[in-house]
């Protein structure tokens, strides 16, 4: 049971734009900065946005992200194949001393 | 260019140890923080350490505290997780990251642990 509430499936058609949601508490999202990672099939997951909205350079703008207290949400517009992936949210727990992950939501592109 | 390359996985009894390493290149590795996570086969990720640049601050996830231990060398640009009494649970593929949500934030491909008898 992942600290942090992931759908664990998503999914929407070329072009559709699909949003994926990350439910904490007051000791993560609720007051600290949450980032998104986006993982393809065997590969390491790579850092798709962090501090809530920034995009990392290379980043596409379809990519963005919104935190409102103790929820955020990643959308992804303009879905393309390759954004086929299993995503997952992050931040620091003040009660737990570390990083928490969502369990990862597994966006199909249809 | 930024790399990190794990390696020390593979398979291991139950109640074995294993020791992980990440070696650092491209980068001043003495300067960032650096932590370890996993992934379970078909599961999600599990953040299990981290250290400071200067290793004054660690910090572990409940499921290993006790077991593994977190350390690094700076001047071999290096970091590594001890692994002791290993449980089947642990089996997953272990990734080293440098700065968890930062603009820097970059990770290794991992290596495979496998605890089996």
């Known amino acids: 049971q992942s600290v942090l509430t992931q759908p664990p499936s998503a999914s929407g058609t070329p072009g559709q734009r699909v949003i994926i949601s990350c439910s904490g508490d007051s000791s993560n999202i609720g007051s600290k900065a949450v980032n998104w990672y986006q993982q393809l099939p065997g590969t390491a997951p790579k850092l798709l946005i962090y501090?809530?909205?920034q995009r990392p350079s290379g980043v596409p703008d379809r990519f963005s992200a919104s935190k409102s207290g103790t929820s955020a949400s990643l959308a992804i517009s303009g879905l393309q194949s390759e954004d086929e992936a299993d995503y997952f949210c992050a931040v620091w727990d003040d009660s737990l001393n570390g990083w928490v992950f969502g369990g990862g939501t597994k966006l199909t592109v249809l | 260019e930024v790399q990190l390359v794990e390696s020390g996985g593979g398979l291991v009894q139950p109640g074995g140890s294993l020791r992980l390493s990440c070696a650092a290149s491209?980068?001043?590795?003495?300067?960032?923080?650096m932590n370890w996570v996993r992934q379970a086969p078909g599961k999600g990720l599990e953040w299990l350490s981290y250290?400071?640049?200067?290793?004054?601050?660690?910090y572990y996830a409940d499921s290993v505290k006790g077991r593994f231990t977190i350390s690094r060398d700076n001047a071999k640009n290096s970091l590594y997780l001890q692994m002791n009494s290993l449980r089947v649970e642990d089996t997953a593929v272990y990734y080293c990251?440098?700065?968890?949500?930062?603009?820097?934030?970059?990770w290794g491909q991992g290596t495979l642990v496998t605890v089996s008898s």
């Open positions: 491209g980068f001043t590795f003495s300067t960032f923080e």
């Open positions: 250290i400071s640049s200067t290793a004054t601050t660690i």
């Open positions: 990251a440098r700065g968890l949500g930062n603009d820097y934030d970059s």
């Open positions: 501090r809530n909205n």
